[in-house]
């Protein structure tokens, strides 16, 4: 046994990996770009608050770790204690510290943490003596952020203090190509392994490569010109050159297998190496005896280990030890090909294994589905399908479980349905006796749920929740009472969705009044919640058919949006474009079409954006945008545009519905709906027709199954087929289609006479038009009667919107006045409709 240590220390140390250059602890390369950012962080290390945190986020390979390394040595040569928190160490990091001394410690991968990190961080945030500087890196700051802001106010304040403004960008050196930035490793590189350095073109993209990327081709060219020997200049590619390292990767792994007496019938057979390394690349085993189990487990599915080397082979994967060695971008490719290819593979590399390692297969799985949901790799699925299987192999540990739900984006098209069972499977395994974390498991679970539109199953876990919150809630205001304003918030926007804005209102007020008690002495800690429930506030309002009292709070809230985005721009983007979109609804609703157009266009341009760097979370809210400047831009006449506008909603919608059809069905039909309705507008009838009729068929199947919420939206969409019909002639479709509007909106006007009258005095109106078309004069004359009425009594509370459909509608009743003979009446209203008429030109 010693001497076969031996000989694989003799091996390491002749083959050594290219790959592991690349560690931004190694240093190899110098320090290049991020300078704004270095020089920012140092400022904020010697800035006088006792306290503070910052987030340093951005996807895989643009630096983050190297920039966090650099500012520790540089806080380091200032003497300071800085000291990098290994996952497993938080409990001990600040004990590290020698009290008074300023420290910085760094957490990298703060993602993937569990609940030690919380814990951390509220001792962190009762001070000490000495300066302390935590520095969290992370993919971004998703739902694992926002739950560690959760757990108090102080701690939530240095979070919020310390958010990104926005991603470390991928280019390094802003201005400059990446051929000048790979030149300057080449050298180093070089010297790290003992080689001549070449002379490198490169082609690439100016400026638009990540870090390791530039790193990686350097690399390259140096182990190329190794290889074919020296040359007047090497050609690299920097958008091939981690495909290529990992080709030296994997011949490094062959190597050191025989070099240290592994390879062939005294160890490992060739087939089974790439295996082999994919399986210790998963599981990050840390000892020789796991190491030893893990390949006893899948030699079952790789033959090829020689039965008793399990152990052998085993030492030989720890001294690898891909999982930490490699960057992710380098080895994930092998990971996911490996895995994909023997698909036994995962299940026998978890089979038995303890929950450390389980937990870190699944949170690796989790990162290779998050770096791929931008859509530019082609190996999405086969990512999600092996994040389905580690997920399942997950033991019941709420700890575990809600771990790698911090990992996962949201909202998301993709990952929504696997984040609402992860929570239901947390809530399961998370006792009732900790109120508190009880309460934040059915919080969780009712927010995912509502995410793949489940409202309905959401409603009582939240409702628990609030039960259970609002004891300790007046006990400890300061650490409860936003978690309560959170799950009221949440609880209000899942009764809206189910149709229900009165039950909603009550909750979202309720939330915004807590968090004004809050904000009054922590501000910042909870202006992103109190834009966010003012906003779901005002929506409600509207909803409830109160667009003049909606429209002063929507515009509220697109202010309190614009502040918080002036400290988190990219984190508020989002919900500011929600906001510029109501509030351009409210002014459509109030007749004010003009003043709509600047926020509705400042929506979409937010919107776009965010949806090319993101679609997984933001093609949704594209789909919105879209919608509404088509509606404005109809108010103007600009057909053209409308009709552009409509077509990508719909193509939008379509995809979104295919995605997660509970959440987004309804948003298809409303853009089927709108296009449908613009193209019969513009004498595209057949066109407008098909689409208003599947509008109609969707509706039926999901007013079938939640009448509360989608009988109204039906009989909209009823009578919008019913005016289609009519301009192809088809009068019995048409008729067919206007008095099943008309049922319905009476029925639900007698209900909710303030919400639904205006509805049902259209569809009067409109059946009115269809009867007298068709010579029934005495029944239109009633019906169109009883729709002037109602305009009558909505004209007196808003006579901009309300003038023109009273208008309409004379015109209409003097029509069926006029074929009843009814000269002298239908006269005087006609007058009345031309003065109204005037009134609106004016």
Same mark, same amino acid.
């Given at each position: 046994?010693?001497?076969?240590?031996?000989? *694989?220390?003799?091996?390491?140390?002749?083959?050594?990996?290219?790959?592991?250059?690349?560690?931004?602890?190694?240093?190899?390369?110098?320090?290049? =770009?991020?300078?704004?950012?270095?020089?920012?962080?140092?400022?904020?290390?010697?800035?006088?608050?006792?306290?503070?945190?910052?987030l340093?986020? =951005?996807?895989?390979?643009?630096?983050?770790? *190297?920039?966090?390394?650099?500012?520790?040595?540089? +806080?380091?040569?200032?003497?300071?204690?800085?000291?990098?928190?290994?996952?497993?160490?938080?409990?001990?990091a600040l004990?590290?510290?020698?009290?008074?001394?300023?420290?910085?410690?760094?957490?990298?991968?703060?993602?993937?943490?569990?609940?030690?990190l919380?814990?951390?961080?509220?001792?962190?945030?009762?001070g000490?003596?000495?300066?302390?500087?935590?520095?969290?890196?992370?993919?971004?700051?998703?739902?694992?952020?926002?739950?560690?802001?959760?757990?108090?106010?102080?701690?939530?304040?240095?979070?919020?203090?310390?958010?990104?403004?926005?991603?470390?960008?991928?280019?390094?050196?802003?201005?400059?190509?990446?051929?000048?930035?790979?030149?300057?490793?080449? !050298?180093?590189?070089?010297?790290?392994l =003992?080689?001549?350095?070449?002379?490198?073109s490169?082609?690439?993209?100016?400026?638009?490569?990540?870090?390791?990327?530039?790193?990686?081709?350097?690399?390259?060219?140096?182990?190329?010109?190794?290889?074919?020997?020296?040359?007047?200049?090497?050609p690299?590619?920097v958008?091939?050159?981690?495909?290529?390292?990992l080709?030296?990767?994997?011949?490094?792994w062959?190597?050191?297998?025989?070099?240290?007496?592994?390879?062939?019938?005294?160890?490992?057979?060739?087939?089974?190496?790439?295996?082999?390394?994919?399986?210790?690349?998963?599981?990050?085993?840390?000892?020789?005896?796991?190491?030893?189990?893990?390949?006893?487990?899948?030699?079952?599915?790789?033959?090829?280990?020689?039965?008793?080397?399990?152990?052998?082979?085993?030492?030989?994967?720890?001294?690898?030890?891909p999982?930490?060695?490699?960057?992710?971008?380098?080895?994930?490719?092998?990971l996911?090909? !490996?895995?994909?290819?023997?698909?036994?593979?995962?299940?026998?590399?978890?089979?038995?294994?303890?929950?450390?390692?389980v937990?870190?297969?699944?949170?690796?799985?989790?990162? +290779?589905?998050? /770096? *791929?949901?931008?859509?530019?790799?082609?190996?999405? /699925?086969?990512?999600?399908?092996?994040?389905g299987?580690?997920?399942?192999?997950?033991? !019941?540990?709420?700890?575990?479980?809600r771990t790698?739900?911090g990992?996962?984006?949201?909202?998301?098209?993709?990952?929504?349905?696997?984040?609402?069972?992860?929570?239901?499977?947390?809530?399961?395994?998370?006792?009732?006796?900790?109120?508190a974390?009880?309460?934040?498991?059915?919080?969780?679970?009712g927010?995912?749920?509502?995410?793949?539109?489940?409202?309905?199953?959401?409603?009582p876990?939240?409702?628990?929740?609030?039960?259970?919150?609002?004891?300790?809630?007046?006990?400890?205001?300061?650490?409860?009472?936003?978690?309560?304003?959170?799950?009221?918030?949440?609880?209000?926007?899942?009764?809206a969705?189910?149709?229900?804005?009165?039950?909603?209102?009550?909750?979202?007020?309720?939330?915004?009044?807590?968090?004004?008690?809050?904000?009054?002495?922590?501000?910042?800690?909870?202006a992103?919640?109190l834009?966010a429930?003012?906003?779901?506030?005002?929506?409600?309002?509207?909803?409830l058919?109160?667009?003049?009292?909606?429209?002063?709070?929507?515009?509220?809230a697109?202010?309190?949006?614009?502040?918080?985005?002036?400290?988190s721009?990219?984190?508020?983007?989002?919900?500011?474009?929600?906001?510029?979109s109501?509030?351009?609804?409210?002014?459509?609703?109030?007749?004010?079409?003009?003043?709509?157009?600047?926020?509705? !266009?400042?929506?979409?341009?937010l919107?776009?954006?965010?949806?090319?760097?993101?679609?997984?979370?933001?093609?949704?809210?594209?789909g919105?945008?879209?919608?509404?400047?088509?509606?404005?831009?109809?108010?103007?006449?600009?057909?053209?545009?409308?009709?552009?506008?409509?077509?990508?909603?719909?193509?939008?919608?379509?995809?979104?519905?295919?995605?997660?059809?509970?959440c987004?069905?309804?948003?298809?039909?409303?853009?089927?709906?709108?296009?449908?309705?613009?193209?019969?507008?513009?004498?595209?009838?057949?066109?407008?027709?098909?689409?208003?009729?599947?509008?109609?068929?969707?509706?039926?199947?999901?007013?079938?199954?939640?009448?509360?919420?989608?009988?109204?939206?039906?009989?909209?969409?009823?009578?919008?087929?019913?005016?289609?019909?009519?301009?192809?002639? *088809?009068?019995?479709?048409?008729? /067919?289609?206007?008095?099943?509007?008309?049922?319905t909106?009476?029925?639900?006007?007698?209900?909710?006479?303030?919400?639904?009258?205006?509805?049902?005095?259209q569809?009067?109106?409109?059946?009115?038009?269809?009867?007298?078309?068709?010579?029934?004069?005495?029944?239109?004359?009633?019906?169109?009667?009883?729709?002037?009425?109602?305009?009558?009594?909505?004209?007196?509370?808003?006579?901009?919107?309300?003038?023109?459909?009273?208008?309409?509608?004379?015109?209409?009743?003097?029509?069926?006045?006029?074929?009843?003979?009814?000269?002298?009446?239908?006269?005087?209203?006609r007058?009345?409709?031309?003065?109204?008429?005037?009134?609106?030109?004016?």
């Open positions: 046994m010693s001497t076969l240590s031996s000989r *694989r220390r003799t091996a390491l140390a002749h083959t050594m990996s290219p790959g592991r250059l690349l560690a931004p602890e190694r240093h190899v390369v110098p320090f290049v =770009g991020r300078r704004a950012e270095h020089a920012s962080l140092v400022v904020w290390c010697t800035s006088p608050e006792p306290v503070g945190v910052r340093v986020t =951005g996807p895989g390979g643009v630096g983050k770790t *190297r920039l966090a390394r650099e500012l520790a040595q540089h +806080m380091a040569r200032a003497g300071w204690t800085c000291l990098n928190v290994p996952d497993g160490a938080e409990p001990r004990a590290a510290v020698p009290d008074g001394a300023p420290a910085l410690l760094l957490v990298d991968d703060a993602d993937a943490r569990g609940p030690a919380a814990a951390l961080l509220a001792h962190a945030a009762r000490r003596n000495g300066a302390l500087r935590i520095v969290l890196v992370a993919r971004d700051a998703g739902p694992w952020f926002d739950r560690l802001a959760a757990t108090d106010l102080a701690v939530r304040e240095l979070l919020e203090a310390g958010r990104a403004r926005e991603d470390l960008p991928a280019a390094v050196l802003p201005g400059q190509v990446d051929a000048r930035v790979v030149a300057a490793f080449v !050298e180093p590189y070089a010297d790290a =003992g080689l001549p350095a070449p002379q490198v490169v082609a690439s993209v100016p400026g638009g490569a990540r870090m390791l990327d530039l790193q990686a081709a350097a690399l390259c060219a140096v182990l190329r010109a190794q290889a074919r020997g020296p040359r007047d200049t090497l690299v590619d958008s091939d050159a981690l495909d290529e390292l080709e030296h990767e994997r011949w490094t062959y190597r050191s297998a025989e070099e240290a007496g592994l390879l062939g019938e005294a160890g490992v057979l060739p087939e089974a190496v790439d295996g082999l390394v994919a399986a210790a690349t998963l599981t990050g085993v840390r000892t020789a005896d796991a190491a030893g189990r893990l390949v006893g487990r899948v030699a079952a599915v790789l033959p090829g280990v020689r039965p008793g080397a399990e152990h052998d082979v085993g030492r030989w994967l720890l001294d690898l030890d999982h930490r060695a490699l960057p992710p971008r380098l080895v994930d490719p092998h996911l090909a !490996e895995l994909t290819d023997v698909p036994a593979l995962l299940g026998a590399g978890l089979a038995g294994a303890g929950t450390p390692v937990r870190r297969a699944a949170l690796r799985t989790a990162a +290779m589905v998050v /770096d *791929r949901l931008d859509g530019r790799s082609g190996d999405l /699925d086969a990512a999600l399908d092996l994040l299987a580690a997920v399942a192999a997950l033991p !019941e540990d709420a700890d575990t479980l790698v739900t990992l996962l984006p949201r909202p998301s098209l993709t990952l929504g349905e696997l984040r609402a069972e992860i929570t239901l499977r947390t809530l399961a395994a998370t006792g009732r006796d900790d109120v974390r009880r309460a934040e498991a059915l919080a969780d679970a927010v995912a749920l509502g995410d793949v539109g489940r409202a309905a199953d959401a409603e876990f939240e409702r628990e929740a609030v039960g259970l919150l609002r004891g300790p809630a007046e006990a400890d205001p300061h650490r409860f009472r936003p978690r309560l304003a959170a799950v009221l918030a949440h609880l209000g926007a899942t009764c969705a189910q149709g229900r804005p009165a039950d909603a209102l009550p909750c979202l007020e309720e939330a915004g009044c807590l968090l004004r008690l809050v904000a009054a002495d922590h501000p910042d800690a909870v992103f919640d834009a429930a003012e906003t779901a506030a005002a929506a409600t309002r509207a909803e058919g109160q667009p003049l009292v909606a429209l002063g709070p929507s515009r509220e697109v202010a309190l949006w614009r502040a918080v985005a002036r400290r721009p990219e984190r508020c983007a989002a919900p500011l474009a929600s906001s510029l109501d509030v351009a609804r409210r002014l459509l609703e109030l007749g004010r079409g003009a003043e709509a157009l600047a926020p509705a !266009e400042e929506a979409l341009g919107r776009r954006r965010l949806a090319a760097a993101d679609p997984d979370e933001h093609l949704p809210g594209l919105d945008a879209l919608e509404v400047l088509g509606n404005v831009l109809t108010a103007q006449g600009r057909t053209e545009e409308v009709l552009e506008h409509l077509v990508d909603a719909v193509a939008i919608r379509r995809r979104t519905a295919q995605e997660n059809p509970g987004y069905l309804a948003d298809l039909v409303r853009s089927l709906q709108a296009l449908g309705t613009r193209l019969s507008d513009a004498g595209r009838w057949e066109e407008g027709r098909e689409l208003q009729q599947e509008a109609v068929e969707v509706l039926r199947r999901l007013a079938a199954e939640d009448p509360r919420r989608y009988v109204p939206e039906l009989a909209e969409a009823l009578s919008a087929l019913g005016v289609t019909h009519s301009r192809l002639h *088809r009068s019995q479709d048409a008729l /067919d289609a206007e008095h099943e509007a008309t049922r909106w009476r029925g639900l006007a007698d209900a909710d006479p303030h919400r639904y009258r205006a509805r049902l005095a569809s009067l109106s409109n059946l009115g038009a269809l009867l007298a078309v068709l010579r029934l004069g005495d029944e239109a004359v009633e019906l169109v009667r009883e729709a002037v009425a109602l305009l009558r009594e909505l004209l007196a509370e808003n006579a901009a919107k309300y003038r023109p459909r009273l208008a309409e509608a004379l015109r209409t009743l003097a029509l069926a006045l006029h074929d009843q003979q009814r000269f002298d009446e239908a006269r005087r209203v007058a009345e409709a031309l003065e109204l008429g005037g009134l609106v030109a004016a």
